[in-house]
C-alpha cells in the first residue's frame, strides 16, 4: 500500500477496527500521524461499520471492608473484556459456568486504593471514581487514561453523592458531572462539571432545593438522571416526595419529572432507551415516551425468567442494564445477563458478590482518546 496516495490509504484504514488500526500505526510515521489525527478519530467513529463493535467489561476488584464504606480499600487486579456478541452464542459458557474473557493488566497502573464505580461509558471511553474522589478516563481499547486534576470543591469528598460521563455536542466537549447533596444540612443539591476539553473543574451556580434519593444515575438523552426527594407538610406531618432530576451536559441546566409511584425504594436506571424504575423483585415502570408523564408503563421484571428457570430470586440482585435491553443480575454468587424482551438469562461468570458493585459497562472500540486535545 506504499505505492497508494494517502487518501486512498485512509478510505481504507477508516474501514479496520480499532485493534487493527492501532497495529497499523506501528508500519510507518504517515500512518501513525494520520490514524492519531482528530478528525481521522472521529470520522472513524461515525462511520456504521465500527458502531458495532462493542465490548463487555467488568473490574477484577479484592475489596478489604472497613468499619464504614468510606473506609474500605479496594486493590485493583485488572480487568476482563469481551466481545458484546460472543453473548448470543449457545457455546460460550464453560463446565464451570462461566465464559472466557480477554484479560487487561494494565489497569493495575491506575493505582486506585479505595472502592470504585465504574460510571456510564460514552464513545468508547470509561468513567471510573473511587471513594478517595480520584477520577480516571480510559479507553480500553486503546489503553489510554487520563486521571482528572484534583477537583478543588471541598465538598468532593464530604457529600459526593452519584456522578456520570457523557458528551456536549454544542461544544465538542467530554464532561464528568458529579452531584453532591447535603443531607445533614439541608435539602440542597449541587453540581460540578469538569470539562475534557479544558481540563477544569467548574461549579454550577444553580442550587437544586432537593436532596439525591439514592446513588444511581443514569444517562439518556443528553443527561444525567437521578431519583430526589423532597420534604413538605401538609400542617400535621412530613411528607416525603420524590421526583427524577436530570441535569442536561449541554445547557448545564436541571429539570425535573414525576415518577408513577410517590415511593421509597425505586432504583433508576435506562431499558430499552428509556427511563427505567426498579422496586424489588417485580415491580418495574418505564417511561414510553421520554419527558411525558402519562407514558409510565408497568413492565414484567426480568426476575421472572430466572423464577421460571427454578432458581430463587429472593438472594437476587438487579445490578444495572448493559446496552439498553440486557440486564446485569447476582444471583446465588453467579453474575447473570438477563434478556428483559425475551424473558431467558445466561450465566456469566461466577463472582463474590461481596465484591462485586458497579463495577461492568459495555463500551465501543474506539480511538478516543481520553486525553486534553492539544492546542
Not at 141 to 165: A, E, I, V, W
Not at 214 to 221: F, K, S, Y
Request: glycine share 4%; charged share 20%; hydrophobic share 35%.
Amino acid at each position: 500500500m506504499s505505492s497508494l496516495p494517502l487518501c486512498i490509504v485512509e478510505i481504507i484504514l477508516l474501514r479496520l477496527p480499532v485493534k487493527f488500526l492501532i497495529r497499523c500505526k506501528s508500519v510507518c510515521k504517515a500512518w501513525q500521524s494520520l490514524i492519531s489525527d482528530p478528525y481521522f478519530i472521529k470520522t472513524h467513529l461515525k462511520l456504521p461499520e465500527t458502531q458495532a463493535r462493542s465490548r463487555f467489561c467488568i473490574i477484577d476488584e479484592l475489596r478489604r471492608h472497613g468499619i464504614n464504606t468510606n473506609n474500605s480499600t479496594a486493590t485493583v487486579r485488572g480487568a476482563f473484556t469481551k466481545d458484546w456478541d460472543a453473548f448470543s452464542s449457545d457455546d460460550v459458557v464453560t463446565a464451570g459456568g462461566s465464559m472466557a474473557f480477554d484479560y487487561i493488566s494494565d489497569y493495575k497502573n491506575f493505582n486506585f486504593s479505595y472502592c470504585i464505580r465504574l460510571f456510564s461509558s460514552c464513545d468508547g471511553l470509561l468513567c471510573i471514581v473511587d471513594l478517595s474522589g480520584k477520577i480516571v478516563i480510559w479507553n480500553p481499547s486503546t489503553r489510554q487514561h487520563h486521571q482528572l486534576p484534583p477537583n478543588p470543591d471541598p465538598n468532593m469528598l464530604k457529600f459526593l453523592t452519584c456522578c456520570g460521563f457523557g458528551y456536549d455536542s454544542s461544544s465538542d466537549d467530554y464532561k464528568v458531572i458529579v452531584v453532591y447533596t447535603f443531607r445533614n444540612i439541608s435539602e440542597e443539591t449541587v453540581v460540578d462539571v469538569f470539562s475534557l476539553k479544558s481540563n477544569k473543574w467548574k461549579s454550577i451556580e444553580e442550587t437544586h432545593h432537593t436532596t439525591v434519593a439514592t446513588r444511581d444515575a443514569t444517562v439518556l438523552r443528553g443527561a444525567l438522571h437521578w431519583l430526589n426527594r423532597s420534604t413538605s407538610y401538609d400542617g400535621i406531618r412530613k411528607l416525603k416526595l420524590y421526583k427524577i432530576t436530570a441535569f442536561d451536559f449541554e445547557k448545564e441546566e436541571f429539570r425535573e419529572m414525576p415518577i408513577p409511584n410517590n415511593d421509597r425504594g425505586f432504583k433508576l436506571t435506562v431499558v430499552g432507551g428509556c427511563l427505567c424504575l426498579h422496586k424489588g423483585y417485580v415491580e418495574m415502570w418505564v417511561m414510553k415516551e421520554y419527558g411525558i408523564d402519562t407514558s409510565w408503563t408497568k413492565i414484567t421484571s426480568p426476575f421472572y425468567s430466572i423464577l421460571r428457570s427454578g432458581i430463587s430470586f429472593l438472594d437476587s440482585t438487579l445490578l444495572q442494564t448493559l446496552n439498553d435491553e440486557h440486564l446485569l443480575l447476582l444471583s446465588h454468587g453467579r453474575l447473570m445477563l438477563c434478556d428483559h424482551r425475551e424473558n431467558t438469562y445466561k450465566n456469566i461468570m461466577l463472582y463474590d458478590s461481596d465484591s462485586f458493585r458497579n463495577n461492568a459497562n459495555i463500551y465501543k472500540e474506539t480511538l478516543v482518546s481520553p486525553h486534553p486535545p492539544t492546542p
